[in-house]
């Protein structure tokens, strides 16, 4: 999903070239003097429903590089929701700034009113950046905010959900692989054991997998060491790793030339947002070098699921219920790459493009 880079610094600004590109129906420029907010909401695609998607906030070196994350990630958000069936569009929004000194209670409630300026047509919810609380403080001025705390009627942490989703994306992926869905005695490594990481390691652990975990965090890894008897691996050391599954949780962008050269497993199945460095010449070598990778903006889609249940009226067991169609979806796309002769990222792409346009026919007539 990649997008061309914009400049705010040319003369000549060619957004509407760009965005022709990409294909964004809406960017909202947000601008509060009085309480220093710096925001773009980009709206990607509405075919399916309301944009949804999380609001970042980050320090970027540029406002075209604020641009820019805005423009690829909404992008993502809509290709999440179509493949995983559910009735929403793509869009995310970015405020610009140091999410711990330049945020306030009267930054996120003037956010919040731009959000209900859009009447609906935008969702947001936290991410990077923001929180539980920044997202009540938006709440005081739209109902257009998913991702509050349980004790406010919403689905409290999406995580256990995200994890359950990339589990039963890693077991389908071992039925397409090894022809049984079962990950007893299975090697599994996990880079990144945090909020999503720890939940899968319990998981697989349950299932009598053997677990290799890495982080920078040494209490995680001394909790993973101890509760689930996992073994440490250090730094790069994961990608050489004799394993079965490998599972990037933690950084996007480590499915890079020399990361996959060194790769030593059958699966990838991961959490992590944009594993692939490249996502065609990236989804190409894996595929060549005959590994199976199950495309991350499907299979960590739970987290999406669980605030989308809070959209229509929160309920987890339908929640867990609509995550655990994820291995008959990556069942699919497995099916759908191998006939095609594609890379399976690129088979996820085609097939929530694909309803997108079938949704976008049945809305043709009246
Ligand atoms: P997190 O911040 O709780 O966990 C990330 C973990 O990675 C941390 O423990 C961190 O110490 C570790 N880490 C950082 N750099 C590392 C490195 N170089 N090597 C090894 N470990 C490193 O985040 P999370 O919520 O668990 O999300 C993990 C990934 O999944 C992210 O890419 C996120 O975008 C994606 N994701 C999360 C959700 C969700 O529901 N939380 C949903 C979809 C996608």
């Known amino acids: 999903m990649s997008t061309s880079t914009i400049s705010t610094h040319d003369t000549k600004l060619d957004l509407f070239a760009d965005i022709k590109t990409t ?23 509405t ?30 958000m809509t290709y999440k929701a179509a493949i995983s069936g559910l009735n929403l569009g793509g869009a995310k929004a970015v405020i610009i700034g140091d999410a711990n000194t330049d945020k306030s209670e009267a930054l996120m409630r003037k956010f919040g009113r731009f959000i209900e300026n859009l009447n609906g047509k935008y969702i947001t919810a936290e ?68 909020k999503v ?11 009598g997998a053997e677990i290799f975990v890495s982080d920078i965090n040494t209490a995680s890894l001394n909790h993973a060491v101890s509760t689930y008897n996992a073994k440490v691996v250090v730094g790069n050391e994961i990608y050489g790793l004799g394993v079965d599954i490998f599972a990037p949780c933690a950084l996007g962008a480590i499915l890079n030339t020399e990361n996959i050269n060194a790769l030593n497993c059958s699966i990838i199945a991961g959490a992590a947002n944009n594993q692939l460095a490249d996502e065609n010449e990236h989804g ?60 399976t990222q690129k088979a996820a792409t085609v097939l929530a493009q694909k309803r997108i346009d079938d949704i976008l026919s049945v809305q043709s007539t009246y």
């Open 284 to 343: 190409d070598m894996i595929k060549d070098k005959g590994l199976l990778y199950a495309p991350d903006f499907l299979i960590n889609a739970g987290g999406l699921i669980n605030v989308y249940s809070e959209h229509i009226g929160y309920n987890r067991e339908n929640a867990m219920r609509d995550t655990e169609k994820i291995f008959d979806t990556t069942m699919n796309i497995f099916g759908l790459a191998e006939q095609q002769d594609i890379h």
């Open 23 to 45: 294909n964004h129906e809406q960017i909202v420029f947000c601008n509060d003097k009085a309480s220093g907010l710096k925001a773009i909401i980009a709206i990607h695609n």
């Open 197 to 207: 990481g720890m939940h899968l390691v319990e998981l697989v652990h349950k299932e």
């Open 127 to 194: 991410d990077v950046g923001t929180t539980t609380k920044d997202m009540e403080y938006v709440n005081m001025e739209t109902d257009s905010v998913v991702g509050l705390p349980e004790s406010m009627g919403g689905g409290g942490d999406p995580s256990p959900v995200t994890a359950y989703g990339v589990y039963m994306g890693m077991k389908a992926s071992a039925k397409r692989a090894f022809g049984s869905d079962s990950l007893s005695g299975k090697k599994i490594s996990i880079q990144g054991i945090g």
């Open 47 to 76: 075919v399916l429903g309301p944009g949804l998607g999380g609001t970042r906030m980050w320090n970027y070196a540029s406002e075209a590089d604020a641009l820019n994350d805005v423009l690829r990630l909404s992008r993502g």
